[in-house]
């Protein structure tokens, strides 16, 4: 294998042109044309990278549906990465929801039909004796970051099998567009270990394994042979897991933590970016965190890591940890999360409340004095109007986070959400939403993305060599995006910066995830300037190679 810096000597003619991550296309000079035997494969003019970008985007246009564009944009990244990524930067804020939620779940579901060439690895489980093997079959020897899913809960559509994949190769996209990490040093894996989803079983275009999920012990075996192979091969790459059901997420992320570095997205990455515009939220209001009374609905791994982090963060202003539990309410689709239930996961029993009444979310708004709603639930329209009203009815400034994905999941609209408040509410959602005109001005929506922390973290985990990923790490990359939410400077601004503007917070972040490592003595120490200096050197952009 060569390395991904390195320009491959054997890279001629037309297999040049196949090599997406050094293909340059009709940007190759005359001089190129001659050295690498391209003259003649190509038309004669010599285009700019800009003038490619300008091409590009009229034909991304050219679609009409959002699916076609997401499908158009895979295969430029699958032939010419440099463009891609150059074209997804000029046009960061319209392609984001394209290449990743909400059309990404559409992609998913779609994936063995849209298949066109080989992109990450498959890793099935009747190969699992074979484990090392398929990952020493990866394109580039080095790799900084791997995105892993079983695609078991994909989004809010559920069970997509191989389908999954779409997920990481999605993601990893934004590793590279905002955390600057190479392309080449990024690795999208499935773990393919069948699928319960009838739909797919039943495709004849299906190009996953043809089998009901492994259950139990197989499935745990599975994934520690996945494991124990990442450490021998790749010992020092930070793992992603994503989209893995409840029952599996958080036990493969407490199992796994402290062998190598890793973190699930769902439950962290989720969590981080939440308490990231809670904070720029709260601030907003004037008040402070500790005074805070937060109800959820949903009590999936997600969270449970978004109100874990928001009770540790009421803890580090002072509250003892009881004084912050009894500021949660969590509901779910069975009510309110009570001592009384048998069918509490260890990790929601912490935030259940006395033996009582079975309060769904509207009596439970209807008995507290809610100021922060956080949907998770997946559960469609369930932020009505007399619950949003009743809220609105006891806080001035209610803070509304309806943040399940995709769109067509989301438990209310912004609009709606604006409307009910009179204006009032600090919204951020799951899914973007256009900004909503209302009493004569315009209100931008924050879209509480996870893209906001998982690829900066990255950048700075692999930057200051960190070997393990903490919450610690996570809160401190929430800190971080707080302080540059757009509403400390203006109090109608969105609570998260534009994204737009990501490249830039992401050296931020990246550099408060550098030293809490560092801190915490996880990663070798250094100057702050040091670590800028390292940040910096690791950040790719897209820009074509000078041969």
């Known amino acids: 294998m060569v390395s991904p810096f390195t320009f491959p000597s054997e890279l001629r003619g037309a297999r040049l042109l196949s090599a997406p991550a050094w293909n340059k296309g009709t940007a190759f000079t005359a001089e190129e044309r001659t050295r690498f035997g391209l003259h003649g494969l190509l038309?004669?003019?010599?285009?700019?990278?800009?003038?490619?970008?300008?091409?590009?985007?009229?034909?991304?246009?050219?679609?009409?549906?959002?699916?076609?564009?997401?499908?158009?944009?895979?295969?430029?990244?699958?032939?010419?990465?440099?463009?891609?990524?150059?074209?997804?930067?000029?046009?960061?804020?319209?392609?984001?929801?394209?290449?990743?939620?909400?059309?990404?779940?559409?992609?998913?579901?779609?994936?063995?039909?849209?298949?066109?060439?080989?992109?990450?690895?498959?890793?099935?489980?009747?190969?699992?004796?074979?484990?090392?093997?398929?990952?020493?079959?990866?394109?580039?020897?080095?790799?900084?970051?791997?995105?892993?899913?079983?695609?078991?809960?994909?989004?809010?559509?559920?069970?997509?099998?191989?389908?999954?994949?779409?997920?990481?190769?999605?993601?990893?996209?934004?590793?590279?567009?905002i955390g600057g990490i190479h392309p080449a040093r990024t690795l999208p894996i499935v773990l393919d270990v069948g699928t319960n989803n009838a739909n797919c079983l039943s495709d004849p275009a299906y190009l996953g394994?043809?089998?009901?999920?492994?259950?139990?012990?197989?499935?745990?075996?599975?994934?520690?042979?996945?494991?124990?192979?990442?450490?021998?091969?790749?010992?020092?790459?930070?793992?992603?897991?994503?989209?893995?059901?409840?029952?599996?997420?958080?036990?493969?992320?407490?199992?796994?933590?402290?062998?190598?570095?890793?973190?699930?997205?769902?439950?962290?990455?989720?969590?981080?970016?939440?308490?990231?515009?809670?904070?720029?939220?709260?601030?907003?209001?004037?008040?402070?965190?500790?005074?805070?009374?937060?109800?959820?609905?949903?009590?999936?791994?997600?969270?449970?890591?978004?109100?874990d982090y928001l009770r540790d963060a009421m803890i580090g202003e002072g509250l003892s940890s009881r004084e912050a539990v009894d500021r949660f309410w969590i509901v779910d689709k069975d009510g309110l999360l009570r001592e009384d239930r048998s069918d509490l996961t260890p990790e929601q029993r912490v935030y259940a409340r006395p033996a009582g009444p079975k309060w769904g979310l509207a009596e439970t708004i209807g008995a507290v004095e809610a100021t922060i709603l956080i949907g998770l639930s997946t559960a469609r329209g369930a932020f009505t109007e007399p619950i949003v009203r009743e809220m609105a009815r006891k806080t001035e400034r209610p803070i509304i986070f309806p943040l399940s994905n995709p769109t067509e999941r989301s438990e209310a609209t912004a609009e709606d959400l604006i409307e009910w408040t009179g204006g009032q509410a600090l919204v951020a959602s799951g899914s973007p939403f256009d900004p909503v005109r209302f009493g004569g001005r315009t209100i931008p929506i924050a879209q509480c993305n996870n893209v906001y922390i998982f690829p900066a973290v990255g950048l700075g985990v692999v930057a200051s060599r960190a070997r393990r990923l903490t919450d610690g790490m996570m809160q401190a990359a929430a800190s971080a995006l707080a302080e540059h939410s757009p509403a400390l400077g203006n109090p109608l601004g969105r609570l998260l910066p534009p994204l737009h503007d990501l490249r830039r917070v992401a050296v931020e972040i990246a550099m408060a995830v550098g030293l809490e490592a560092q801190r915490a003595g996880l990663a070798p120490l250094s100057t702050s300037e040091s670590l800028r200096e390292a940040i910096n050197a690791m950040r790719w952009n897209p820009e074509y190679p000078f041969f």
């Open 43 to 177: 038309p004669p003019y010599v285009e700019t990278l800009e003038e490619q970008v300008e091409r590009a985007y009229k034909s991304y246009l050219a679609y009409d549906k959002e699916i076609n564009r997401h499908i158009y944009l895979r295969q430029l990244q699958d032939t010419n990465e440099v463009l891609f990524y150059r074209l997804f930067l000029d046009h960061i804020e319209e392609m984001t929801p394209i290449v990743y939620t909400p059309v990404v779940a559409e992609a998913c579901r779609n994936f063995s039909h849209m298949y066109r060439r080989a992109r990450g690895l498959f890793i099935s489980y009747p190969l699992r004796d074979s484990i090392g093997a398929l990952l020493r079959n990866r394109p580039n020897e080095d790799v900084d970051v791997i995105v892993v899913t079983d695609g078991e809960r994909i989004l809010g559509i559920g069970d997509q099998g191989v389908g999954g994949l779409g997920i990481p190769i999605g993601k990893l996209a934004l590793y590279s567009l």
């Open 209 to 307: 394994w043809r089998h009901e999920r492994i259950r139990g012990a197989a499935y745990d075996e599975f994934i520690d042979l996945f494991v124990q192979a990442v450490k021998r091969e790749l010992p020092e790459t930070c793992l992603q897991w994503e989209d893995f059901a409840t029952p599996h997420a958080r036990p493969i992320l407490d199992r796994y933590r402290d062998q190598l570095l890793t973190f699930n997205d769902d439950i962290q990455g989720t969590a981080a970016t939440a308490l990231g515009a809670v904070l720029a939220a709260v601030r907003v209001t004037g008040k402070t965190l500790r005074e805070q009374q937060v109800v959820f609905l949903g009590a999936g791994s997600a969270s449970i890591g978004v109100a």
